[in-house]
């Protein structure tokens, strides 16, 4: 059995499918209780109210932003055309400091709103939209910008997605001491 992601697929969806197709694969051997066609539905049902749950674009659940490699751990591939870039410090920040973000397209392909989901060490995420034109940048403070308190001790990720698609284009982060 294969799975294949394509560009219409979210790398989420497609590893819930994936394990949803595996588990009714394995399930149906074992003397569950449930047909193959309850199993399925059940499946589709999970997926779906998975899918369904939040907000496009705010975050990748798994990627981390590792400060000590300036890279986030799974890297984020981005899901539209251009050549993303972003910034955010290098160096650690002072607690309770604002931190600038950045965002470009440096093929100038892409003029349209994005969204910057910033993931603290508690792990709570805060997003912001900030409009982008075609070569140049889009800037956002944190955490005033996205409504957030205070900033203290940690590791932030922060991933940027195209707002109305909530395809993800690019990742990164920040620490704060």
């Known amino acids: ?83 993303w870039r972003s910034e955010a410090p290098r160096a650690a920040v002072g607690s309770g400091e604002p931190v600038e973000l950045g965002l470009t397209d440096s093929d100038a392909e892409h003029s349209d709103p994005v969204l910057a989901s910033v993931t603290g060490p508690d792990g709570e995420t805060a997003g912001a939209e900030a409009d982008l034109t075609a070569g140049a940048w889009a800037r956002l403070d944190y955490p005033e910008d996205f409504g957030a308190g205070e900033t203290v001790p940690g590791v932030y990720t922060v991933v940027w997605s195209d707002s109305r698609s909530g395809a993800p284009l690019t990742c990164d982060g920040f620490e704060v001491e």
Do not use: K, N
Request: hydrophobic share 35%.
């Open 1 to 83: 059995m294969r799975c294949v992601l394509t560009t219409e697929t979210h790398p989420w969806r497609t590893v819930a499918l994936c394990g949803a197709v595996l588990l009714l694969a394995t399930a149906c051997g074992e003397g569950h209780g449930h047909s193959p066609r309850q199993l399925s539905e059940m499946i589709a049902e999970t997926v779906r109210e998975r899918a369904d749950s939040g907000p496009p674009g705010l975050g990748m659940p798994d990627t981390l932003f590792d400060p000590a490699r300036y890279a986030c751990t799974p890297a984020v591939d981005p899901e539209l055309p251009g050549g």
